[in-house]
């Protein structure tokens, strides 16, 4: 077994709090036993796993030690394709009236309404995509 390249270690004075980025766990190493495991982790490329140990079973189960055959990048770049194809991100400027109005800026500003044909387009656009995306309205 290897530490995740996801495993960000914070060590306190009498407890380290460990953190998984890529499957957002936590757990803390609170006494000298535990906190013993972490430091040999930073310092072996490899750890004996041992299923009898219950903190290596709690560091695999939350995705802090992998198999030594595991591709992590290939993980993140699932995890990645899951969340672009399960959200939809639309970001409608309704208005051009900015209040700022800085001297530098380049847009024109004239005051005008959606047009009703616009406004249907857009409705039918971000309907295609949430069900194109299978996302719960």
Do not use: P, W
């Not at 290897?2 to 495993?7: A, D, E, H, P």
């Not at 939350?62 to 290939?74: A, K, P, T």
């Not at 699932?78 to 309704?94: C, D, G, M, P």
């Amino acid at each position: 077994m290897k530490k995740s390249i996801f495993l960000n270690i914070f060590r306190g004075e009498n407890e380290y709090l460990l953190h998984s980025t890529l499957h957002g766990t936590m757990i803390k190493a609170k006494c000298s036993v535990t906190r013993d495991v972490v430091d040999l982790l930073d310092s072996l490329d490899e750890l004996e796993y041992s299923k009898d140990n219950d903190f290596h079973v709690a560091l695999k189960k939350l995705n802090m030690l992998v198999d030594s055959s595991v591709d992590e990048y290939e993980l993140l770049g699932a995890k990645f394709a899951e969340i672009q194809n399960s959200s939809l991100s639309v970001t409608l400027i309704v208005t051009h009236q900015c209040n700022f109005r800085c001297v530098y800026c380049y847009e024109k500003f004239s005051d005008s309404a959606m047009t009703k044909d616009s406004y249907s387009a857009v409705i039918d656009a971000i309907t295609r995509e949430v069900g194109a995306k299978n996302i719960s309205m």
